[in-house]
């Protein structure tokens, strides 16, 4: 054990510092659509319809997979974070040496598993025939890059967690980078279509991996290097696993959340459905940049309870919650008055656009609802608060339950999003009342 470890280790926290890491993985969150668009663009141009849908249906299964093992990017940067606080170098190694080695063993699992994965996803999405052979080139070759994909999981939690966001961003360019560049060589130009995207991804993973390793190994002093028993230590690993099966348990009611809101809208028609579908685009974008600020506030948050500096989190929460609402309340500005607009870039159907206009206020507010929620967990993700954020996100669906079964019913389509957000809100402010007392505690008995 690091005996600087009961020292406060004061440390300042300013603007500058919240942007340095919101601003870059914002940038980098922003490449990932571009990947998406490239991908259906190049099958796209094939003219062939089936493989477009199964392009579709396999890239939908493999990031439904690859999202429920989040967790790993979580757990590390907050566990980082902390260490990197009470400057114990020693365990910061061990950290991501078990996160990566964990990151590795669920890859080669999932490997083997693929099969089974695969046959499940088709029969859940009614996949057949050439939809069907599509769905399993994509998803076959894509799968061998998940050991790969879930290293840069552990990767990016271990440099977000140092507060490295320019190097995070680095490699999510990186890795979209090369993925988009030979989705359009191998799909478009060698002509192989679903197969060349699948191949293109499975690089851009791997390249990305060893960028990443080359870049934290190289960061590693020989003398801090912990032994095996250490990183293999049986505290450290229970620990570990509470983490991330508490932020998995999170991760699973989250996706539920958003599968039952599709659901229900299935309900209401193709267009008003389609409506949905483009209006939830207004709430990823939203997304990008308030998961950047998550991500500040995980950083600052972690390495504020390591440090057992309470003035430093104070100050971290002060600036991420400023420049969260900040930023919410010009975007959602922006999508009142640009709205309308936007709706015409995504959709040419005149039926689609006037009901996405008619539920347009309800997704340009998701970014002000959401704000909080976002910010939250990042807070006790970096504070390794991981059962309370569990228990309130399970107290949160409960709610969000209740509004659907009560307003659904009542107002259709609005209340459906009405619903939405306010699930947005009880994240926020059921973890929100906890922040002060946790930190009490969490800051006394480091005392």
């Known amino acids: 054990m690091d005996t600087r ?11 500058r510092l919240v942007l340095s890491i919101a601003v870059p993985m914002t940038l980098g969150f922003m490449t990932t659509p571009l990947l998406g668009l490239t991908s259906t663009a ?24 690859l999202g429920s093992f989040n967790f790993l990017r979580a757990s590390t ?13 020693h365990e910061q190694q061990a950290v991501f040496w078990r996160a990566l080695i964990s990151a590795l063993g669920c890859g080669l699992a999932l490997l083997c598993l693929s099969p089974l994965l695969q046959a499940a996803g088709l029969r859940l999405m009614g996949a057949e025939g050439a939809i069907a052979g599509a769905t399993g080139t994509y998803f076959s070759i894509r799968m061998l890059a998940a050991p790969a994909a879930l290293a840069n999981y552990a990767i990016l939690g271990f440099v977000l967690g140092r507060g490295q966001g320019t190097v995070g961003l680095l490699l999510q360019a990186l ?6 560049l030979l989705s359009i060589y ?6 192989w279509g679903v197969a060349g995207v699948a191949w293109a991804t499975m690089a851009g993973e ?43 348990i999170r991760t699973f009611v989250l996706i539920g959340a958003f599968t039952i809101m599709t659901r229900i809208g299935t309900g209401f028609g193709a267009v008003t459905l389609a409506a949905n579908a483009v209006l939830m685009n207004f709430f990823l974008l939203s997304g990008y940049y308030l998961d950047g600020l998550a991500n500040a506030a995980e950083q600052i948050t972690g390495r504020a309870v390591g440090a057992r500096y309470r003035p430093a989190f104070d100050r971290g929460l002060k600036l991420t919650i400023l420049w969260s ?9 922006f999508f009142f008055l640009a709205g309308p607009w936007l709706i015409s870039v995504l959709t040419t159907s005149p039926e689609v656009r006037q009901a996405a206009e008619t539920y347009l206020p309800w997704a340009a507010i998701t970014g002000l609802t959401g704000a909080l929620a976002f910010l939250m967990d990042g ?28 307003f659904v019913p009542l107002f259709g389509n609005h209340g459906l999003w009405l619903g939405m957000n306010a699930f947005l809100l009880f994240r926020g402010f059921f973890l929100a009342m906890l922040v002060r007392p946790r930190a009490d505690q969490t800051f006394r008995a480091a005392q």
């Open 5 to 15: 470890s009961n020292n406060i280790v004061a440390f300042d926290v300013t603007h």
């Open 42 to 65: 190049v099958v796209g141009h094939m003219g062939d319809a089936e493989a477009l849908a199964g392009l579709a249906i396999g890239a939908m299964l493999f990031d439904l997979i």
């Open 77 to 89: 940067t907050g566990l980082t974070a902390q260490a990197y606080g009470r400057r114990d170098r």
């Open 175 to 180: 890795i979209n980078g090369i993925n988009i």
């Open 186 to 191: 191998l799909g478009l130009s060698l002509g």
């Open 206 to 248: 791997t390249v990305g991996a060893i960028a990443g390793l080359f870049i934290v190994l190289s960061g590693f002093a020989k003398a801090e290097r912990p032994a095996w028993a250490e990183i293999f230590s049986r505290h450290r690993l229970a620990e570990l696993f509470a983490l991330n099966r508490d932020i998995l």
């Open 325 to 333: 609402f900040g930023l919410a309340a010009l975007v959602s500005g």
């Open 379 to 406: 807070v006790f993700i970096g504070a390794t608060w991981s059962v309370d954020m569990r228990n309130r996100m399970l107290m949160s669906f409960a709610g969000y339950l209740a509004m659907l079964a009560v």
